[in-house]
C-alpha cells in the first residue's frame, strides 16, 4: 500500500477539491441550459444533504450544536443566500463572468468584511490585490461597453453580491471557529429546515421541463459532491498545506472552467474576458507572496529539526 506524505496528502486533497469546485461553475452553467431554475437546484441541493446529514448526526448523538445561532447565521449567508443569487446569475452570464466577479472577487470581499465587521486592518498584499482587480474591472467593463454597449449586466452585479455573501461567511466562520464538519452540516441542515417550506409554498417550480436525469445528475453533483466533498476535502488541505498556498491554488479551478467552457458549453471569449480573467486571477492568487512566504509545512518541520537539535 502506497503512503503518501503528508504534503503531498495535501495536493492530493487540493485537486479533489479544484475538480469540484471547477465542476460546480460548469455545471450550475448547465443549469441554464438544462432549464433547471435557481429555486429548483438550491432545494435539491439542500434536499439530499440534509437526507445524508440528519441520520448521520443523530447516529453520532451530535446535534447539540445544531441550536446554537452560528450554525443557523451562516446557513442563511453562505447558505440559502449564496446558493440563489450564484446560481440565479448563471442564466443570465457565461461561465467566464463567475470567475471574474465571483470567485475573484471573493478575497476583496472577505478582506472588507472582515475591516467592516472586526476592524482587521488590510495588509499590503490587499491593497495591491484591490487596485490590480480594480484595475481589470475598469478595462473589462470599458471593453464590454464598447463591444455590446453594456459594461456591467444583472448576471455581474448577483455574482458581486454572491462573493458578498461568501466573504461575509468566510469571516464568521473563522471568528466563531466551527470545525469543518459542523460548519459544512450547519449549513446544510438549516438552509433545508428554512428553504424548503418556503420553496414549497411559495417559489415557482419547473421540476417537470428539465430531463429527469439532468435533475438527477444535479442534484447528486451539488448535494453530495459541493456540499460536502469538497467542503471536507479544502479543510483537510489547509491542514497539510496551509490556507495561503490551498486557497491560491484551489482558487484557480474557476478560471481554468471558464476557459473550458468556451469549447465545452461553446461560451463566448472575447478580448474584454480574457482581460478580466488575467487581471483578477493574478489579483485573487496574488502570486508574489508565494516566493515571499516559506511553505508551512516545510517551516513547521524547520522549527522541529531546531527545537531537536
Avoid at 82 to 87: G, Q
Avoid at 102 to 124: E, K, M, S, Y
Avoid at 216 to 225: C, E, N, S
Wanted: proline share 5%; with cysteine; hydrophobic share 55%.
Amino acid at each position: 500500500m502506497i503512503r503518501l506524505s503528508p504534503q503531498k496528502q495535501g495536493y492530493a486533497l487540493v485537486l479533489v477539491t479544484m475538480c469540484i469546485w471547477g465542476g460546480f461553475t460548469l455545471t450550475a452553467r448547465l443549469n441554464a441550459q438544462w432549464q433547471i431554475s435557481a429555486w429548483d437546484i438550491t432545494a435539491l441541493r439542500f434536499a439530499l444533504a440534509f437526507c445524508i446529514l440528519m441520520p448521520i448526526l443523530i447516529w453520532k448523538r451530535d446535534t447539540a450544536f445544531l441550536w446554537k445561532k452560528e450554525p443557523f447565521i451562516l446557513a442563511m449567508i453562505g447558505g440559502v443566500g449564496y446558493c440563489l443569487t450564484a446560481y440565479s446569475a448563471f442564466h443570465y452570464v457565461p461561465a467566464a463572468h463567475a470567475a471574474i466577479f465571483l470567485n475573484g472577487c471573493i478575497p476583496v470581499c472577505t478582506a472588507i468584511a472582515a475591516w467592516v465587521l472586526f476592524r482587521v486592518p488590510f495588509d499590503r498584499h490587499t491593497w495591491i490585490s484591490i487596485v490590480i482587480m480594480l484595475t481589470a474591472i475598469a478595462g473589462m467593463s470599458a471593453l464590454m461597453y464598447q463591444q455590446t454597449g453594456v459594461a456591467f449586466g444583472l448576471g455581474d452585479g448577483l455574482f458581486f453580491i454572491s462573493a458578498i455573501w461568501w466573504g461575509v461567511f468566510t469571516v464568521l466562520l473563522r471568528q466563531w471557529k466551527l470545525s469543518a464538519w459542523h460548519a459544512m452540516a450547519g449549513v446544510a441542515i438549516w438552509s433545508a429546515i428554512v428553504y424548503i417550506p418556503i420553496y414549497l409554498l411559495f417559489f415557482p417550480k419547473q421540476l417537470s421541463r428539465p430531463e429527469p436525469i439532468h435533475l438527477l445528475l444535479q442534484t447528486i453533483f451539488h448535494g453530495v459532491f459541493v456540499v460536502i466533498i469538497a467542503t471536507l476535502s479544502y479543510v483537510e488541505a489547509i491542514k497539510r498545506l496551509g490556507a495561503f498556498k490551498t486557497g491560491s491554488i484551489v482558487t484557480l479551478a474557476p478560471f481554468i472552467a471558464a476557459i473550458f467552457a468556451v469549447p465545452l458549453l461553446g461560451e463566448p471569449l472575447s478580448l474584454a474576458i480574457v482581460c478580466g480573467l488575467m487581471g483578477m486571477g493574478i489579483g485573487a492568487l496574488q502570486p508574489w507572496r508565494w516566493w515571499a512566504r516559506p511553505d508551512s509545512l516545510k517551516a513547521q518541520l524547520e522549527q522541529q529539526k531546531q527545537q531537536s537539535d
